[in-house]
């Protein structure tokens, strides 16, 4: 009897062990990622051995088929594991190494004669997984499950800005604790109470909708799918492969940031010779509308006309900068372009802009037309004119274009196969198509893409060079009318949170922010001259702008010599030091290329609204070179409300073996160039 009993008791102990679990550590053996099958499959993550998220289901609900919930079995597992370097055409880095260790497992649900694979790959500097479906019928998830179940939420601080907006990306980000971030975008970051830095974001996001975090239940995040106008989030043929769903993981704020995870997790490049992408800095007919000085629409005071386009052009040439960007120049843009996405003509100038005189005359100088493309959010009417818009641009030189989507979240308008008007989000599936059609067609023409008002970015650069740049967060036209402007500590938030993703069109250099007088009540930059020069150091993006107007740089031509000087193409990256939210400090090797002999190394350091004093060992500098360090600096009474113009240059000579002190001032910055001797 008491034998029967305890056997029946085994018999129900030994059920949970029926449970397989696997496992896979990053190559250093920091991370693990535990997965099992243990009633509804779910992942956990380990950093140095402690909990970082806890037992995390996975996942769909579909409209029509059975879920993928519970009782699905791990079938089968694979590892393998890669070291490799691959080269970056363009960016932040000229060698990216690939190391990690990846584990597939499958799992089968025999009752509903389902299956689906997860693979997962672990890599020093954080993990990714994704889902790989394969089966015969259509599916459309209405809901994808994935969890991140925050370990030790309660004293975790997160850094955010919410998802499902009506200004998409562009918001003051939060700084709160992490059980009161609700709905969000990623990248979100946060930091544990071990002072573990996390941020979790997806890589490689094609042809399925964007993931924003759902904070179900405190501690926990579920994947929330931005929906079509219909309804259900992803339309599938029932093979699909979603985004990688990635937790990049640091001890230190600026461990992230020398992450190069969201790249690996993404497809080579795609387009083969891509030496027609060219990096490179630009002015632009830009500014004057966004400080109502000029108009996009035509009049008096019409910006993109024959005669100031030709002007910029010269003054590009001669400064050194490869185009010039000119908004305004074709049809649509009378009365309020806002709502004129119907209306907007991309193969027709305006008479008063003579595109062949302009073009010829780019060509005689030696500074290119950058192309505009602004569609209120009107994707019909820009998807029928898109091939010729971008033929008319070839035919001319243009061999970029900056794109826009100005629309409010979920207004984008598009025309379905029944002629219905049907609105969407600019981050659902739908969208996410749109902007990479847009890329694609682009690259027919041999046109890189920067686009605004964009689909987050998830590093697909890799695969399609010719997406140079986006913007998709407050960039610099916020100053000029945004309510309120972005506050002393917005950079160093967007170091930590945005540029994750990939590079920004932020739109640096203004260096008149007196347009409305200066103080903390008015719309400008708040910031000092510079920290405005250390943006383009700080914040990556291979275009670079000179966002204010020529004028301006012409009064100030010793701190007009950076921008002159400092490249957008860059050998090697390294985050030296920084805290989320309160500074960042960044060194970059320039790389070899046309105008730049590949020697010299650049600082930019910045600082939230407090003034700061930095240590900058230089050990990053290469051994035996001697360097002329060229320092713009605040100046000693420097500070951003009344005084942001005060700047001191000072040069002097240092090896690797000094350390520099940097002042920085109230919402400040240290710009310098290390020019090889
Ligand atoms: C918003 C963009 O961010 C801005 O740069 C552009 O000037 C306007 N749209 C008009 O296209
Ligand atoms: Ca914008």
């Given at each position: 009897m008491q034998l029967r009993y305890l056997s029946l008791c085994f018999a129900m102990m030994s059920l949970p062990l029926l449970a397989k679990t696997e496992q896979v550590s990053s190559p250093n053996g920091l991370i693990q990622v535990i997965i099992s099958d243990d009633n509804h499959p779910a992942y956990s993550v380990l950093y140095r051995d402690k909990?970082?998220?806890?037992?995390s289901k996975l996942g769909f609900d579909f409209q029509v088929a059975p879920s993928?919930?519970?009782?699905?079995?791990?079938t089968s597992v694979s590892k393998q594991s890669k070291q490799e370097v691959w080269q970056q055409p363009w960016g932040e880095d000229r060698e990216i190494e690939d190391h990690h260790n990846e584990l597939l497992v499958s799992f089968e649900n025999k009752a509903q004669a389902a299956s689906y694979r997860v693979r997962i790959r672990a890599f020093d500097d954080g993990i990714g997984f994704r889902y790989e479906v394969n089966q015969n019928t259509p599916l459309t998830i209405v809901r994808e499950l994935t969890e991140f179940s925050i370990q030790d939420a309660d004293k975790s601080t997160a850094w955010w800005i919410p998802a499902?907006?009506?200004?998409?990306?562009?918001y003051v980000y939060n700084t709160t604790s992490l059980l009161d971030a609700s709905l969000v975008h990623t990248p979100f970051t946060f930091k544990n109470r071990d002072n573990v830095h996390v941020s979790i974001h997806e890589a490689a996001l094609v042809d399925y909708a964007a993931m924003v975090l759902d904070q179900r239940r405190p501690g926990t995040f579920v994947s929330n799918l931005t929906p079509w106008s219909d309804g259900v989030a992803v339309k599938t043929k029932g093979q699909f492969t979603t985004p990688w769903r990635t937790i990049q993981i640091g001890d230190k704020a600026k461990d992230l940031l020398n992450s190069r995870l969201i790249l690996n997790l993404n497809e080579p490049n795609k387009l083969g010779d891509v030496s027609w992408v060219e990096p490179g800095k630009y002015i632009g007919i830009w500014w004057g509308m966004h400080i109502n000085k000029n108009t996009w629409g035509s009049g008096e005071k019409h910006g993109a006309t024959t005669e100031n386009t030709k002007a910029y052009l010269d003054f590009a040439a001669q400064h050194g900068f490869d185009g010039v960007l000119v908004e305004g120049w074709n049809i649509g843009w009378d009365g309020d372009w806002f709502f004129n996405g119907d209306v907007f003509s991309f193969t027709e100038t305006y008479p008063d802009f003579d595109i062949d005189a302009i073009a010829k005359h780019g060509q005689k100088v030696g500074a290119k037309l950058i192309g505009h493309h602004e569609t209120s959010g009107n994707v019909s009417n820009y998807r029928k004119q898109m091939k010729a818009a971008f033929e008319l641009y070839q035919k001319h030189h243009v061999s970029q274009v900056k794109t826009g989507y100005v629309a409010d979240g979920g207004n984008i308008k598009r025309i379905d196969d029944q002629g219905i008007a049907r609105y969407e989000w600019h981050d659902g599936q739908f969208m996410v198509n749109e902007y990479l059609y847009n890329v694609k067609l682009a690259a027919e023409h041999k046109i890189s893409i920067n686009t605004?008002?964009?689909?987050?970015?998830?590093?697909?650069r890799r695969t399609y060079p010719n997406w140079l740049a986006r913007e998709g967060a407050r960039g610099q036209e916020f100053n000029a009318w945004?309510?309120?402007?972005?506050?002393?500590?917005h950079t160093t938030l967007l170091a930590y949170t945005r540029m994750l993703a990939g590079p920004m069109d932020f739109t640096p250099g203004i260096f008149d922010m007196s347009f409305n007088g200066l103080g903390d009540k008015t719309n400008r930059p708040q910031t000092t001259l510079a920290k405005q020069l250390a943006l383009y150091v700080v914040l990556y993006s291979p275009i670079q702008m000179a966002a204010d107007l020529p004028e301006n740089y012409l009064a100030r031509p010793d701190a007009f010599q950076f921008i002159k000087d400092v490249p957008t193409d860059w050998e090697h990256s390294i985050a030296l030091a920084g805290e989320v939210g309160d500074f960042v400090v960044f060194a970059r090797k320039e790389r070899k290329h046309k105008h730049y002999n590949g020697n010299d190394w650049y600082v930019g350091a910045i600082t939230d609204e407090h003034a700061r004093e930095i240590k900058l060992p230089l050990d990053f500098l290469d051994n035996d070179t001697r360097y002329e360090a060229q320092i713009y600096q605040d100046g000693k009474k420097a500070e951003w409300k009344h005084n942001p113009y005060e700047l001191d240059i000072v040069k002097q000579i240092v090896t690797r073996n000094d350390t520099l002190t940097l002042q920085l001032a109230t919402s400040g910055g240290s710009a310098i160039r290390f020019k090889a001797l």
């Open positions: 909990p970082l998220i806890n037992q993928f919930r519970e009782d699905f079995q791990i499902r907006g009506w200004n998409r990306y562009e605004h008002e964009p689909i987050k970015d998830t590093g697909l945004g309510t309120p402007p972005n506050p002393p500590e």
